[in-house]
């Protein structure tokens, strides 16, 4: 047999359409010559002629017609009297080229070739998937769920690849099922006992920024640029926007016409509460502004300890520190600053109240508004309306006021 399908005898060939020919191609020669090494002891006067189309593979010896008598080199020269009885028209000074049987080398070399091309294709596959994915960092991706563990979920790319996606990168409110595609970031490729491992990401700040680029035409043009992301995963977020163009006002490009362009990402973050806010190197402006929605009256700067007292009205205290502390965590880390929270007129006594946005997560957006237009706009306000007040102001229904209601002497108990 003077050729080898290499379809049919290396099935790893198969799965190796992700590597280029001229890779493949050198491989093989390399496989090949390293047998004709062990069994010649030199590959000089061989050449090994790939055909990755048709899947088969020549190896050509070349030796140079001498006198009998004269061979010096027996690898690269043949005695006449040898030579005519291959092809008895050959003449002292030709070339003799010979095709080399596989199985000349016989069947213990050859399972040892087939071994050792496995091999070799296995490390550029998954150098192959470290290059696609190390140039993807950053990126967001979109992959079937194949399995859902309890510490991490396997997803399958379109090449089939595995991808992971950990608990500790997952929003709180995400709930995969097998067959369904998610979207997620890039985050980082590692290797893992010489395996490439492909971590992605649905709580990095990459993910949203990426999801701002997708919805926001400005930002993808670099007319609106992201100066800086916080987030608490399906809690809150905070964006930084500046604009190159003084035409354009970022936030509304990014908040779009009635929130538009940041409903989506608001759904795909699992109703994540998004303050978008403008960028300035003004720190007492941009502190002012990381802690919307409540309005500062003052403030005192300690720019060298890098912390500030902020003084606001007792009703926007809590819209300050908002959930959980959720809204001035997120402020601190925005800014870089330290900031401590003070009621301005403390002899006066206020009762506790908490702004109805930060119930949105609970409650529906267009119920919010429906309380708002009647001037609903703090949690203290609707309860302080009865049942059929607010049934007979608003274009609620009685079920609904009554579980609107129900959160929100919820949360008051619990405070």
């Known amino acids: 047999m003077a050729s080898i399908n290499l379809i049919e005898s290396f099935q790893e060939f198969k799965d190796a359409e992700n590597i280029d020919r001229p890779t493949l191609m050198k491989v093989l020669e ?16 061989f050449d090994v002629i790939v055909n990755t189309e048709k899947g088969d593979l020549e190896i050509i010896r070349r030796r ?35 095709e080399v049987e596989i199985l000349d080398f016989g069947r213990r070399a050859i399972l040892a070739a087939k071994q050792t091309l496995a091999s070799r294709i296995g490390d550029l596959k998954k150098n192959v998937l470290v290059k696609k994915y190390e140039d993807r960092i950053g990126e967001i991706i979109s992959a079937e769920v194949y399995q859902v563990w ?18 500790s990168e997952q929003i709180p409110q995400d709930y995969f099922k097998k067959g369904e595609n998610i979207r997620a970031v890039v985050k980082k490729v590692e290797l893992k006992n010489n395996t490439p491992v492909i971590i992605l990401s649905r709580t990095h700040p990459s993910f949203l920024a990426k999801l701002l680029e997708i919805e926001v035409p400005e930002i993808f043009d670099g007319l609106i640029v992201i100066k800086k992301i916080v987030r608490d995963p399906g809690e809150r977020a905070k964006v930084a926007v500046e604009s190159y163009d003084d035409r354009i006002d970022p936030v509304g490009a990014c908040v779009g016409m009635k929130g538009s362009r940041i409903h989506g990402i608001v759904r795909e973050l699992k109703n994540e509460n998004i303050d978008v806010i403008n960028w300035t190197n003004n720190i007492q402006l941009l502190i002012q502004r990381s802690l919307t929605p409540a309005k500062i009256s ?95 102001r608003t274009d609620l229904e009685k079920e609904t006021i009554e579980d609107v209601r129900r959160i929100l002497q919820e949360e008051f108990e619990k405070e």
């Open 64 to 98: 140079m017609i001498v006198e009998d008598g004269a061979v010096n080199d027996p690898l690269a020269e043949i005695a006449y009297t040898d030579a005519v009885k291959i092809e008895p028209d050959f003449e002292v000074g030709e070339e003799l080229y010979e």
């Open 298 to 392: 003052s403030m005192e700067l300690d720019q060298e300890n890098k912390r500030v007292d902020v003084y606001l009205k007792p009703d926007q205290v809590s819209l300050a520190i908002g959930r959980r502390g959720v809204n001035i965590k997120l402020a601190c880390e925005l800014t870089g600053y330290e900031i401590d929270v003070y009621r301005d007129d403390e002899g006066q006594e206020e009762e506790f109240d908490i702004d109805l946005n930060e119930f949105a997560d609970e409650i529906e957006p267009w119920i919010i508004e429906e309380l708002k237009r009647v001037g609903c706009d703090t949690g203290r306000s609707v309860l302080n309306l009865t049942v059929a007040e607010l049934e007979r």
């Open 30 to 45: 390399d496989v090949f010559k390293t047998l004709l090494r062990k069994k010649y002891g030199s590959d000089e006067n």
């Open 150 to 167: 309890k510490k991490e979920v396997l997803l399958l790319d379109e090449d089939g690849s595995e991808l992971i996606l950990p608990k």
